[in-house]
């Protein structure tokens, strides 16, 4: 049904989201994605009322790296 499309579609999203990450931090695809799975990004991507799925996937990706630099500071 409705659900399985947006689900299918949110994991195409992560999937870009990955790549864009790996290739902005010159990593693999697998540690980014390790990376967007602990982050605070992913859970509010998950989080329908937060509506981030909307967004582009650039500005997830920069959201992903704000995330990183505040976490190490």
């Not at 659900?3 to 299918?8: A, Q």
């Not at 605070?40 to 582009?56: F, G, Q, V």
């Not at 650039?58 to 704000?66: F, Q, T």
Request: aromatic letters at 6%.
């Amino acid at each position: 049904g409705i659900v399985m499309i947006r689900d299918s579609q949110l994991w195409m999203k992560i999937g870009r989201i990955c790549t864009k990450l790996a290739k902005r931090l010159d990593i693999t695809p697998e540690r980014a994605f390790d990376i967007f799975q602990m982050s605070k990004t992913n859970k509010l991507l998950h989080d329908e009322r937060s509506l981030l799925y909307l967004m582009s996937d650039l500005y997830i990706v920069d959201s992903i790296i704000e995330e990183l630099k505040t976490a190490t500071c």
